[in-house]
């Protein structure tokens, strides 16, 4: 793991006065860049080559005389694989450019754990040891830190012989890097029935099935709860509750939209749905419901302050489903930005807006923090 005083010694280098945000270019990065335009700062997209124009033509910047009038993306540089960004001269033109780079799930997914920890010495924004934590099956993953803030989480299933009720089985796709090979089942017969389609489809690994991970199924709508840490203020929460989102799913989405008798007439390929993420939307809560949501930031935040030092810093993703009771189960978490908060861009989410009474994306409040930082010469507090 990179010292943190090692980063702060690249920060003695930087001139903070020409600060540049930087992002890979997937995931949530026009939530990023367009936050950090809106701060003031220029913004800098580390493309892959076939997937690029989304960001060096379609959402590229315009500026007059450094006002922007037009898109987001000031620099992009296009390699041809994402983790290029990890070799000794792309860090150092980031470096170069004064940036502080704010990372996501594809960051960690296509360029590895390992290599974040290890050997990226560009000051990243949040929590750079808490991004192991999203690895589903390694010692010390977020089930065991939910574990450890007391915090409420589906029941395991320790084998598939023991399923009695409706389970989901979570398991990476086999193709589909980012996504999942999910599938639910309600018996051990369906369970090998389901698995055994799934495999001859080549839509899961037999190694993956081996090792996944069956939890029984909370029946209720899923809430994405889109929060954010400031170490950095003194006279108010420090927890912010942004937004809320929620997941539009192939094929899932499809199914539902079909009858019953419907769905059960599909042929072996179409008959179980898939849960890759196409797109999200915006949801608000009940307000009988928000100290819950609040009660359960705070736990989290604690765990990673006593088990991750320094703790979470900035954005978190709390991804909780809802049971008939009203109780709520956290089922996921992502240490960094979420994955729908491009549901705020440039508009922003009735919950951050209301709190900060101006348009207030994830985005924007990650840069604000920064700009913040920087005013307080407190940068080395919120980087790692």
Known sequence: MIERKEITGVLSEYDFDKTTIGVLASHSALDVC????????????????????????????????????????????VYTRFDEILKSEKQKKLRDKNTIFIPNRSFTSYCGIDEIEDNFRVPMFGSRNLLRSEERGIERDYYWLLEKAGLPYPEKIKKPEDI????????????????????????????????????????????????????????GPVFNLDMFYSPIEEK???????????????????????????????????????????????????ESLLEDV?????????????????????????????????????????????????????VGHPYGNTLWRKPMSTGRRVAMEIRRAIEQERVEEIVT
Request: aromatic residues 10%.
């Open 164 to 219: 009695d009720s409706l389970v989901m089985v979570k398991l990476p796709h086999a193709v589909k890097k980012l996504e999942r090979g999910f599938f639910t089942a309600a018996s051990f017969s369906e369970f090998k029935q389901k698995s055994e389609a799934l495999l001859r489809q080549g839509v899961i690994t037999q190694e993956a099935l081996l090792g996944a991970r069956i939890e029984r199924y909370i029946i």
């Open 236 to 286: 108010m929460s420090r927890i912010e509750l942004l937004g809320i989102d929620w997941r539009f799913e192939t094929s899932l989405d499809g199914h539902v939209r079909l009858p019953a008798p419907q769905q059960l007439t599909l042929n072996e390929r179409q008959l179980v749905p898939e849960y890759t993420v196409c797109g999200h939307n915006c949801a608000t809560l009940r």
């Open 294 to 346: 609040f009660e359960l930031a705070e736990k989290y935040v604690k765990a990673t302050q006593r088990y991750y030092k320094p703790g979470i810093i900035g954005p978190f993703c709390l991804q909780t489903c809802v049971d008939k009771d009203l109780n709520f189960y956290v089922y996921d978490v992502a240490p960094r930005v979420g994955g729908g908060t491009n549901v705020h861009v440039s």
């Open 34 to 77: 367009d936050g950090a335009v809106e701060e003031g700062f220029r913004t800098y997209a580390i493309c892959e080559k076939g997937r690029e124009k989304t960001y060096t033509e379609y959402f590229k910047s315009q500026r007059q005389n450094g006002k922007i009038i037009r898109g987001i993306v000031d620099i992009a540089d």
